[in-house]
């Protein structure tokens, strides 16, 4: 039986006689109905329901500030001068929309505590109903574009305002795009965390201040001469300014605005600052330094740096490029002087959810506090934040400047007191540090284990890269024949990853084999507006549409390449998954000869015998229920869905012609392009293995008391010096060499003038 039911005011549509109306996806959103799908596969598999742009909406932009304030516009769904719009972020933050003249709906993002997508639904009807939905982007402040953001002029001058010699007028600019008005309200937004730390009171919030200009043209920029605030304004000292249509009451929430990045508020400090900056922020260092001693200690549970650059810049799974010091932008490194990249560590540390970084100089050495103020510095907030967010010290910049940034500038950038900080974020050194075993699947396609076995396996279907029960993680490969099906060879086509409950995450090739797509569950994602994206337990960039790198909670890496329209996967996997991992990246012990293990648990005999590599291959074949993959198309469909994970009719070639100028599937593929790609990517790999090879650290050195030392660096082979003096004579070894076993050359010092300190082992007498 069939009937008719008033869906919406929208849509009148046949369905079902059931609960609900089942032929529409008004709240049903990603789902598959029986006679239509309202699932993102919908579009390119043909079977979406009527309504489904209606309801199930694309935003632009889709992305923006953390702070908010941004104006986007909803695709796709119609709406009508009557509409009255109200925008649901998260299911507990509402902001009012509107309809333009072209009767497009449009919402404006809120000041969220989170980073990472969130939830959208709208209402056309002032918020009785939330019939659309879809999801907004939001970003760190200091991973969006600055064509998004307000902008300081000089901001070094904003953050060092009454300090000696810094003074005059500060100036500001924006896109006057970002705010639709023709006059404007320039407000200072404040910021602090209430609450004893750690405990449930614990809470970060913004709150207006005041109004540095009203009723302002909307020119894109202004100018004024800064004044200490009154009233107790002053008493803020992390803020950003934000720039709103003047028709809004002063500090009107989640309104569009253009916002500044946060920053030191040094410029409306109390005149005491100005009066005497560097005996202001001492005082101010003495009670952080207080604090810091009644605040649990977070350094013994943060990871270690890795000890070169190199290092740090191949391990893609634990470490990402630290925004404030990219030797890929200049090296403009304003809180790290001498150095030219840093790192930070991507996961926060489990329990008090701080931070790692790791800096580096042109040397390529760790640079540490105790020998430069420009050294790595750990956080007690890492700066990026951490899931849940949304409180104190997981809030995203915020808690950061908070606990590690506001105190730097009382310690070491207003006075000179940067002992007091360091002796709270001392630079954690490399003696700990162990590098992540990697492996590669590259060209026809050829595998290079993590214990370093090489085979080749031309199966055609859909297998298991990477499974390992103990830390829930299993990365799948796919593949397809090369250049169709008139030679007997394959290439991987696409992989798809989760990590315990995780986000599904899949990379593939598009049509054409000319980039990259990425799906989340399913979905693909675009990366035209941001590079990097905070997902559920599992963080994914990629910068170009050739280069998409995902990072588990675990430390896991997943790094995916295009190179002459095939793909090169490399997995990169920390010492804590030895012992655990199973598929066709082989068992990782650092033993290779049970490194090939059938699904069955027998091992391969002979990794020279092709026959035998096929039929390991060919049992790692998955199932449709443990597939990751997204099927949205009837060759997909055809091809792997409803056939065997393992085509077994596909037989490939398993001894090509050998021939000295083909050392890299140049016969195999019919194409030098694709032998070039696989050379480059063998090539590549060799490199990162070379990058990640274990270096051996004996640890910082100290210099004498009443002496001074030569030599930063204290890896193997390094040397330091040592000397005194004037009228001191130096007992113990004037220079020392890290050995291969981790220890320094010379002997212990002893003396009977003073008492001999743990670290300090050379005594000028």
């Known amino acids: 039986p069939k009937c008719v039911r008033m869906c919406s005011s929208l849509c009148l549509i046949f369905c079902a006689c059931s609960p609900g109306c089942t032929g529409t996806c ?57 509409s009255q719009i109200v925008c649901r972020f998260n299911n507990n933050t509402n902001t009012l929309g509107y309809v333009d003249e072209n009767s497009r709906g449009h919402c404006i993002s809120p000041l969220l505590y989170e980073s990472g997508w969130i939830p959208l639904h709208i209402s056309s009807d002032n918020g009785t109903t939330f019939s659309r ?101 002053s008493s803020w000292e992390l803020g950003s300014l934000r720039v709103s249509p003047s ?59 890795p000890c070169t650059l190199a290092q740090a810049r191949a391990d893609t799974g634990r470490f990402h490029t630290d925004y404030g010091c990219d030797i890929e932008k200049g090296s403009v490194c304003t809180y790290h002087p001498g150095c030219v990249h840093c790192v930070r560590a991507i996961q926060a540390s489990p329990k008090y959810a701080a931070g790692q970084q790791c800096c580096y100089d042109s040397t390529g050495a760790q640079v540490l506090t105790a020998d430069s103020i420009g050294g790595s510095t750990p956080d007690r907030a890492h700066d990026w934040g951490s899931p849940p967010y949304n409180r104190p010290p997981r809030i995203p910049g915020q808690s950061h400047w908070v606990y590690d940034v506001l105190s730097f500038y009382y310690c070491c950038l207003w006075s000179d007191n940067c002992h007091y900080y360091f002796k709270h974020r001392p630079s954690s050194d490399c003696k700990h540090y162990q590098s992540p075993s990697t492996a590669v699947v590259f ?98 960039f990629s910068p170009t549409s050739t280069n998409v790198t995902v990072m588990f909670p675990s430390g896991a890496g997943v790094e995916v390449r295009l190179r002459e329209r095939t793909m090169t996967t490399t997995v990169l996997l920390p010492e804590e998954f030895r012992d655990s991992t199973l598929g066709l990246l082989g068992k990782m012990n650092g033993d290779a000869r049970d490194d090939l293990v059938l699904s069955s648990g027998e091992l391969v005999a002979n990794y020279s015998n092709p026959e035998e590599l096929f039929s390991f291959g060919a049992s790692w074949a998955i199932s449709n229920v443990s597939a990751l993959f997204t099927y949205d198309s009837d060759y997909l469909l055809d091809t792997y869905y409803h056939a065997p994970r393992h085509e077994h009719s596909f ?23 694709m032998g070039n790609a696989t050379m480059v990517s063998f090539q590549s790999h060799i490199s990162l293995v070379n990058d990640l090879q274990p270096v051996v650290s004996c640890g910082w050195l100290s210099p004498p008391a009443n002496g001074k030392k030569e030599g930063t660096t204290y890896l193997q082979g390094a040397k330091v010096r040592f000397s005194c003096a004037d009228s001191f004579t130096l007992k113990g070894s004037a220079e020392r060499i890290c050995q291969k076993n981790g220890q320094w050359s010379g002997e212990e010092t002893s003396s009977n003038i003073m008492e001999s300190h743990p670290i300090i082992d050379k005594i000028c007498h």
């Open 443 to 540: 060209g026809d396609p050829h595998f290079i284990t993590f214990d370093g076995v090489s085979y080749t396996f031309n199966g055609q279907g859909e297998y298991t890269l990477v499974t390992s029960e103990r830390k829930k993680l299993t990365i799948q490969g796919r593949t397809e024949p090369v250049n169709g099906t008139t030679i007997k060879a394959t290439k991987l086509s696409a992989v798809a990853m989760q990590e315990a409950s995780s986000d599904v995450i899949e990379v593939r090739l598009v049509s054409g084999h000319n980039g990259l797509e990425v799906l989340q569950n399913q979905k693909t994602l675009s990366f035209t507006e941001q590079s990097w994206m905070d997902l559920h337990g599992v963080f994914v």
């Open 247 to 305: 028709t809004y009451p002063d500090g009107m929430w989640n309104v569009q605005a253009a916002w500044t990045e946060d920053h030191a508020l040094a410029w409306h400090l109390e005149k005491e600052f100005r009066q005497n900056s560097t005996a202001w922020a001492l005082e101010k260092c003495v009670a952080w330094d207080q604090l810091e001693t009644e605040l649990p200690n977070f350094l013994a549970e943060i990871i270690d740096c």
């Open 133 to 233: 939905a879809g999801a907004w982007l939001s970003v760190h402040t200091g991973k969006l574009d600055s064509q998004f953001k307000a902008i300081l002029v000089n901001s070094t001058k904003w953050q060092y305002y009454g300090t000696p010699n810094v003074g005059g007028a500060l100036e500001m600019t924006w896109n006057t795009s970002l705010v639709r008005a023709e006059r404007v309200n320039i407000e200072l937004w404040g910021y602090r965390e209430t609450g004893k730390p750690y405990s449930d009171n614990w809470q970060g919030e913004w709150e207006y201040l005041y109004s540095l200009g009203k009723d302002q043209p909307n020119s894109g920029f202004f100018s004024f001469v800064p004044k200490p605030a009154e009233n107790g304004f």
């Open 26 to 82: 008004e709240g049903n959103c990603g789902q598959k109905l029986d006679s239509c799908s309202c699932h993102p596969t919908c579009t390119s598999l043909k079977n979406c329901c009527t309504d489904y742009k209606e309801y199930c909406v694309e935003i632009f932009p889709y992305s923006g500030s953390i702070f908010g304030g941004m104006d986007f516009i909803v695709l796709g769904a119609t709406f009508n001068k009557s």
């Open 651 to 673: 037989i490939p070639v398993f001894f090509a012609p050998e021939s000295p100028e083909d050392p890299y599937d140049i016969l195999v593929g019919r194409s030098p392009r």
